[in-house]
């Protein structure tokens, strides 16, 4: 299996949750249409891109998250803030070590085709997504199996106590086992799920037509029709939705996001992202010195990189994992109040290091905030005496740098709520190889034994214990530095309720009415 796909899946899957709340113009009551307008039953959404697969078990990309959970049905979901809820699970269980969680079924769920939905096709599903390159990128660090109990009752075996199975069930996509046994090839052209809505068709790469399930186990949707319709340029999807042509567009740039609001003709609503944008001291002869990379994590500015990089929407990062990181982790170490010009300045001349030498800036053109965001750290460490080498790569050549550790100084996007916060740092081990990779900059067996307490720990008191002294470890290393998180948004018709800011990028259209 493909370890750059494993890290594309990885980074795409996303994310760092914060909770926080959310700006939600949504939930209040809209302006009625007219008498004389009929009342709309359809909505077309944009999407950047064509769906990879639209048997979505076999890949998700951000492109796919709306379309997956119209069409598919799981047995947790995200709502808007990311939090979970069972959605297919009726009860759920959890074993007293941690190790376990066992969910109960509802009964009488149907597929599309009228067939009901039992044990077998869950764990068919789970099993079958396990083995790709999207499940991969997640399912190893808790549990690689779901065992079926009975036809309604499965159970699935964690390989750590701190995980959070149910974020990993929330992404597993319910498929009928015989219908994609018999023909796996046909089924992405025409997927069968047990979601609000089902597909109609696929025109040219550009329309995707689903429509309201009338079968559907929390009732049908309002929402008869559903579009998801390809506009890949951002600010051409933002001319459509002002033309009407669309009714929703999510992840509107500031600029567009002003021109619309200021219509009076749509809403707004935001929500924390899932990605934290960090700075990370990587590899070579310069970034072993302990020295020069405290010099770094204290001249780079985040205020700075958060104006520059998010256009100050969002939150600065005072912590390196999310509220909703396995293991209950974030808040224990805090990164607050790095940025000391002088003492920067004081650490660089301590370290030895040659002023006429340049350091090596990199990022990626797939993150918005990338290249912004590494010009205002390039300007921090020149107000230092340190000039800097940008270079931008396109995601697979930044996947493969990052692999193999191929540069000094990163900027980055992680999606870490998805994850163990040990299992991410085990990364930074003498021992550990996070799919495929491993952090060549300078490690200990102390931080090993760290790490390995924080992975297996069980009850509450001792995750939280022993993963702080873990964080704390960490942050005195100076490898990585976090930024901010940016908004997430989404714009649409004003006629429109139910609609809402995802920070999982998972919508759930189900609720959407006028």
């Not at 009929?38 to 891109?49: G, L």
């Not at 048997?55 to 598919?72: E, G, K, L």
């Not at 040659?354 to 020149?382: C, E, H, R, Y």
Request: net charge negative; proline share 4%.
């Amino acid at each position: 299996m493909s370890t750059i796909k494993k890290v594309i899946a990885l980074i795409l899957c996303l994310s760092m949750l914060l909770m926080m709340t959310a700006c939600n113009k949504a939930e209040v009551n809209n302006t009625e249409s007219s008498e004389n307008t009929p009342k709309r039953d359809d909505v077309i959404v944009a999407i950047m891109a064509p769906p990879a697969n639209l048997d979505t078990n076999m890949y998700q990309a951000t492109s796919d998250y709306f379309v997956s959970p119209a069409i598919f049905d799981y047995l947790f979901r995200y709502d808007s803030l990311g939090n979970i809820f069972p959605s297919m699970a009726e009860k759920v269980e959890y074993a007293a070590d941690g190790m376990s969680i066992t969910v109960t079924i509802k009964k009488g769920i149907k597929f599309h085709d009228g067939t009901d939905v039992t044990a077998d096709d869950v764990v068919f599903s789970y099993n079958r997504y396990a083995a790709t390159s999207a499940g991969q990128g997640f399912m190893a660090y808790v549990s690689t199996t779901l065992d079926k109990v009975d036809d309604f009752t499965v159970k699935l075996t964690k390989n750590y106590p701190a995980a959070k199975a149910e974020d990993c069930l929330a992404f597993v996509p319910i498929v009928p086992k015989a219908v994609v046994e018999k023909d796996a090839e046909a089924f992405d052209k025409a997927p069968i799920g047990c979601g609000p809505y089902k597909f109609i068709s696929y025109e040219n790469n550009e329309l995707i037509t689903l429509e309201a399930f009338d079968d559907y186990f929390t009732g049908k949707p309002a929402i008869k029709t559903l579009k998801a319709k390809v506009i890949s340029d951002p600010s051409t999807a933002a001319i459509a939705l002002e033309a009407g042509e669309i009714d929703v567009l999510y992840n509107v740039s500031s600029l567009d996001l002003a021109n619309l609001e200021s219509t009076g003709d749509f809403y707004v609503d935001k929500a924390p992202n899932t990605s934290v944008t960090f700075v990370e001291f990587k590899n070579g002869e310069n970034m072993n010195n302990v020295k020069i990379r405290e010099a770094l994590f204290h001249a780079i500015n985040p205020q700075d990189a958060f104006i520059a990089g998010a256009e100050g929407d969002g939150i600065l990062a005072t912590d390196l994992f999310s509220p909703f990181t396995m293991g209950k982790l974030a808040g224990l170490v805090t990164y607050e109040n790095t940025f000391d010009l002088e003492l920067a300045k004081q650490l660089l001349a301590e370290s030895g290091f040659d002023i006429t030498s340049k350091l090596k800036l990199t990022t990626s053109n797939f993150f918005m905030s990338g290249p912004k965001t590494i010009q205002s750290v390039a300007n921090n460490l020149k107000a230092i005496g340190i000039e800097t080498e940008i270079e931008i790569l396109d995601f697979n050549t930044y996947a493969e740098r990052y692999m193999t550790g191929d540069f000094e100084i990163l900027v980055g996007e992680t999606g870490g709520a998805l994850f163990n916060a040990p299992v991410l740092l085990n990364f930074y081990t003498t021992t550990g190889d996070f799919l495929g990779m491993n952090n060549p900059t300078v490690k200990s067996p102390e931080f090993d034994a760290l790490v390995n307490a924080a992975t297996f720990a069980i009850t509450d008191e001792d995750i939280k214990a022993t993963g702080k002294s873990m964080l704390e470890a960490f942050r005195d290393k100076y490898l990585m530095l976090p930024l901010f998180i940016q908004n997430s948004n989404v714009v649409f018709n004003s006629n429109l309720m139910g609609v809402k800011a995802n920070v999982i990028w998972k919508a759930n259209p189900q609720e959407w009415s006028y």
